[in-house]
Each structure stands twice: as structure tokens, then as C-alpha cells.
């Protein structure tokens, strides 16, 4: 077996593939692409398959290329909806494709001289040089309604079933769009693979069938699974519904390491075969160590480790575990002084706050200033929590002799009050 889809195949990420694949990647160093579609200013983790299945590809000596969809963004991709996108404006979506495109550059080798470095292109810079007349007498003209009626994608949209409510000629052609990249690609970059999630599987083959008619040329397909969790709920969304994004601005670093890390043991099972580069023989081990002790998470803990690494570098991964203690009661007061505001601020989201000018905090009584925040009704409130040590400052326990000095502040601006264990306050200096 080719070693490239016998990596996919132990690691769970193979669903299927056209014959001939394999000898394909056997005979040559081969050039793929997979497509992005730009719907945001950033990728989600949920692309993360993608990026990481092109990453394999390079790494077993092969040539991946990016796509982002500049064009096909502006009409949008049918397979899998039940509704028309909203089409973007020009000026958003230009946006949109200069943030993926920088985003994608961090996970692949666009360096050196080799063969095999990768390459980005945008499917706009070609598509936007054609007329409709052109499309539909050179490419149109090569594939049938009837092939093009007989995609999954289409018949569901078109039957009704399932809630689908039609689609519109411009998400009709998606498919010809798409096929037409692969074409363009095949001529001009050398490509004999689009690769992509199982639900592409219909558009990767129109533009296999239209290399096939158009250009008499032989082309490949080759997918992998979507990616759900163990219990068969949907992957990569908070329980509110909002995307985890590889944009730090958009979901922090802490935030995306707090989502691997609470991955239940079934899924972190599957997820460190799916998202990190660990050799079988160390996902072995790990996951034999880990059910010695499933208490300590030490496989959720190497997942979240080489996800965030792999995703924000290695700086904000220590920045996030050293949150994470921080929450969890495994740190010191100094820890806590020196953190990140924002990450500070977004660890403790919701707490309750209360400004002071500065001067009004510092060298005052504890039992006097948990009363005035209101943290605590009174100071004979006050008095008896602290008797019975049941009151933190900064994580610290302290007594009725506590006053705050300039050194106590996180930040420069932040004590963080807190009665047994799960009862917090923020008092911020101004």
C-alpha cells in the first residue's frame, strides 16, 4: 500500500479514493490541491483536517497546493446545505481570501527549492479572465444535466428531503466550477489529485470526467471523512454554537486549548490520530499509558499540547496551560500578577466587578474592603470568613491582617477576590 494513504487509513482519515491512486503516488512525486472556501476572515478548526491531510502529503514527499476559493466563494458550495449562502461583497471577500491566505501559509513549507514546497493560488485570478459564453461553450458543453443531476448534492437539494429547499441555477454550477479549477490545474500546475472532505466526493469527480473529455488526460480523487464526535454530535462548535477559529483575536489561545483538552476519552482517542503528527508507536503507547490512569487526562493533555502548538506556537501554549493552572487552583499569587490581561479577563468572563480609585484600596483593611465591593454583606461577615479561612486574594489564602500593596496587583490593575472555592469577585483599581 502507498505509505501516504497508509498513514491516512491507520490514523481514521480515509474514506475513499478513485483506482489507480495509489499507483499514481507510488510512480511519481504527485501534486494535489484542496480547496477553501473564503467565508470568513479565518479558518475554523473544523478546516483542520484539510490543512493537516495536505501537511501529511508534503511530509510522504509530495506537492500540496492551497486553493482558496475567490471565486467559487462568491456563489458557494451547495454540498451539505439545506439553504442559498448569502453572497458576500466583493471588498469582504477580497478580505476574506488575504486572511486565509496568510493563515495557510503558517502550516505548510512554502520554502526553499524543493520540489515538492507548497504553493498557494487563488481560483479567482483565472476564473475572473473567462466570459460566460466561454464557460459554456468549453466547459459546459463537456459534462451532461444528467451527470451533473445524478451528484448527491444536487438530488438532495432538488427532492426536497430532508428539509432542502431547492437551489438555484448559480449553486447548480458550482460543481462545473469547481471541476473547471481542477482542469486548470491539471494544465497549468501539474495536478493529478483534488483531495477534500467525503461530501465533495461528487464535485472532485466532475473534474476528474472533465480533465477526462476535455483534455484527454487521466486525473484522481481521493477523500476523508467528516469529522464528528464519538456519540455522533457535530465536531468543532461551542455548546452555544459558535466556532472554535485558528484566529487568536477570534477564539483565544486558552480557549482553544480548554476545547482538546475537555475532549472525552473516546474522542481524544480519535482526535490524537487525526490532529497531530505523533508516529503510531508513540499514539500506542500514549493511549495504553492513559488508560492506566485515565484520571489524569495525560491523553487529552498531549492532544491539546500538539494541537495549540501546531496551531498558536509553543509561547501561547504555555501562556494557556499556565491559565488553565491558574483557574484550577495549581499556581502561586506571582503567577497569577504577571498574567495576560486578556487572558485574565477571559478566564474569569462573567465574574463580578467593582472599580476603585487606587488609592482607596491600597493599605486597607481585607474585612473592611470586602465589604465596601460588596462582595460580602458586612465586615462581621467579613470577620467570621476570614476566622475561617475561607477567603483568597490572587488564589492565596489570607487572614484578617491582609492589606493590598502595589505588588498584589495583577496587572497593575486587578485583585481577584475569592470565597471557598468557586465564588469569585474582580476588584479593579482605577
Not at 486553493?67 to 456563489?75: E, K, Q, R
Not at 503528527?277 to 500514549?286: H, M, Q, V
Not at 485574565?344 to 484600596?361: N, S, T, Y
Not at 490572587?394 to 475569592?418: A, M
Request: charged share 25%; aromatic share 10%; net charge negative.
Amino acid at each position: 500500500m502507498n505509505s501516504f494513504i497508509e498513514e491516512l487509513k491507520w490514523r481514521g482519515l480515509f474514506a475513499d479514493m478513485m483506482p489507480g491512486t495509489d499507483a499514481q503516488l507510488d510512480k511519481e512525486m504527485t501534486t494535489a490541491y484542496i480547496g477553501f472556501d473564503p467565508t470568513a476572515d479565518s479558518l475554523h478548526i473544523g478546516s483542520l483536517i484539510q490543512i493537516k491531510i495536505l501537511a501529511h502529503f508534503q511530509l510522504h514527499g509530495h506537492k500540496p497546493i492551497a486553493l482558496v476559493g475567490g471565486a467559487t466563494g462568491m456563489i458557494g458550495d451547495p454540498s451539505g446545505k439545506s439553504s442559498e449562502r448569502n453572497l458576500l461583497d466583493e471588498q469582504t471577500l477580497n478580505h476574506y481570501v488575504d486572511c486565509l491566505q496568510n493563515q495557510l501559509s503558517r502550516f505548510l513549507n512554502f520554502e526553499g527549492n524543493g520540489e515538492n514546497k507548497a504553493e498557494l493560488v487563488n481560483n479567482y485570478d483565472w476564473m475572473k479572465k473567462i466570459s460566460f459564453l466561454d464557460f459554456a461553450k468549453n466547459v459546459g458543453k463537456n459534462i451532461t444535466v444528467n451527470y451533473m443531476m445524478a451528484k448527491d448534492s444536487v438530488k438532495k437539494r432538488l427532492t426536497g428531503d430532508s428539509g432542502f429547499d431547492g437551489m438555484s441555477f448559480t449553486e447548480f454550477t458550482y460543481q462545473l466550477i469547481q471541476g473547471y479549477d481542477f482542469l486548470h490545474l491539471y494544465q497549468n500546475n501539474g495536478v493529478k489529485l483534488q483531495m477534500g472532505g467525503s461530501d465533495q466526493w461528487g464535485n472532485i469527480t466532475t473534474g476528474t470526467e472533465l480533465i477526462r473529455r476535455k483534455a484527454q488526460g487521466e486525473a484522481f480523487a481521493l477523500t476523508v471523512p467528516l469529522i464528528t464526535k464519538a456519540d455522533g454530535s457535530k465536531f468543532g462548535k461551542s455548546e452555544s454554537g459558535e466556532n472554535y477559529w485558528l484566529d487568536k483575536k477570534k477564539t483565544s489561545p486558552y480557549k482553544f486549548y480548554q476545547f482538546w483538552l475537555n475532549a472525552t476519552d473516546a474522542d481524544a482517542e480519535r482526535f490524537i490520530k487525526f490532529y497531530t503528527f505523533l508516529s503510531k508507536e508513540d499514539i500506542d503507547s500514549l493511549i495504553a499509558e492513559h488508560k492506566t490512569a485515565e484520571h489524569e487526562r495525560k491523553l487529552q493533555k498531549k492532544l491539546a499540547e500538539e494541537v495549540t502548538v501546531w496551531v498558536h506556537g509553543r509561547e501561547e501554549y504555555e501562556k494557556a496551560v499556565k491559565a488553565s493552572e491558574i483557574l484550577f487552583g495549581k499556581s502561586t499569587a506571582e503567577d497569577l500578577v504577571g498574567i495576560d490581561e486578556d487572558i485574565f479577563l477571559e478566564i474569569f468572563d462573567g465574574v463580578p466587578q467593582k472599580e476603585m480609585p487606587k488609592e482607596e484600596i491600597l493599605g486597607k483593611n481585607i474585612s473592611d474592603l470586602l465589604a465596601e465591593t460588596g462582595f460580602l454583606k458586612s465586615k462581621s461577615e467579613a470577620a467570621r470568613e476570614l476566622k475561617g479561612n475561607a477567603i483568597s486574594v490572587n488564589k492565596e489564602k489570607i487572614n484578617d491582617t491582609f492589606s493590598p500593596e502595589e505588588n498584589h496587583f495583577i496587572n497593575g490593575k486587578y485583585l481577584l477576590l475569592q470565597k471557598g472555592k468557586k465564588n469569585y469577585f474582580i476588584l479593579k483599581a482605577i
